[in-house]
């Protein structure tokens, strides 16, 4: 079936440094790829979306990049401060037509050290 | 405020309980999700509802079952809890439009004893 990987589970950087999660695809009919970041104890947020037909999306120290003929998309934050650490999932759906999916990936603990 | 609540938000019960987590939602969305985490782990769905009478089960099997008779609420039931379902439920929702973004509720954490 269908599924999202997810890299690295775990990333340390140090406070000012950049991080960044890739993700690859399985599905070539996704369409959509959205950035949750779920802090401890509380739910998973939308931080940043990107549709396919789209290479590259900004919001302020946050960025994703998707390689639609690879089947990739990438999350990077820069400028990272403590309040970034988190678990970050990525997920791919394929849209609201048909057979609907959202899948995520299996999360990535980011740590960021002051 | 548009959200989407969930009750209990903790909850202990006993081996054996039957137990019915409330999930509703004044987003306006058709599409409904249950999804189990342990903390900062996975997100597996369990269950899937597209609108009123539909419900599906999720990637992940689970013993809890769901009913869809109103758009805007989606409640899970255990008819007997095990400590096997200790874990984090989140009840989530989207729209059935092109920007189909999942918004999350903030959980139900249940502990099974």
């Known amino acids: 079936g269908e599924n999202v990987e997810q890299h690295p589970s775990t990333l340390s950087v140090q406070e000012g440094d950049s991080a960044v999660i890739k993700c690859t695809y399985s599905?070539?009919?996704?369409?959509?790829f959205p950035w949750y970041k779920q802090e401890l104890g509380k739910r998973p947020q939308l931080i940043i979306d990107i549709r396919s037909n789209v290479g590259e999306k900004k919001d302020q120290r946050i960025a994703v990049t998707l390689n639609k003929t690879a089947k990739h998309f990438s999350l990077h934050i820069t400028e990272t401060q403590p309040e970034d650490s988190a678990v970050y999932f990525c997920?791919?759906?394929?849209?609201?037509?048909?057979?609907?999916?959202?899948?995520f990936g299996t999360g990535t603990r980011l740590k960021v050290l002051a | 405020e548009a959200d989407i609540y969930q009750t209990p938000r903790y909850l202990v019960i006993g081996t054996g309980k039957k137990i019915t987590l409330e999930c509703s939602q004044t987003?306006?969305?058709?599409?409904m999700y249950w999804y189990q985490q342990d903390p900062g782990m996975e997100l597996h769905l369990i269950h899937y509802?597209?609108?009123?009478?539909?419900?599906e089960k999720g990637d992940l099997s689970s013993e809890s079952t769901v009913s869809r008779i109103r758009t805007e609420h989606f409640p899970l039931t255990l008819e007997s809890a095990r400590p096997s379902h200790t874990s984090q439920y989140l009840c989530?929702?989207?729209?059935?439009?092109?920007?189909?973004?999942?918004?999350f509720g903030e959980g139900s954490w249940l502990t099974v004893v």
């Open positions: 509802s597209y609108g009123v009478n539909s419900t």
């Open positions: 997920a791919a759906s394929r849209g609201t037509s048909g057979t609907y999916k959202y899948i």
């Open positions: 987003m306006g969305h058709d599409k």
């Open positions: 989530a929702s989207s729209e059935s439009q092109l920007r189909n973004t999942i918004y």
């Open positions: 599905d070539s009919a996704s369409n959509y």
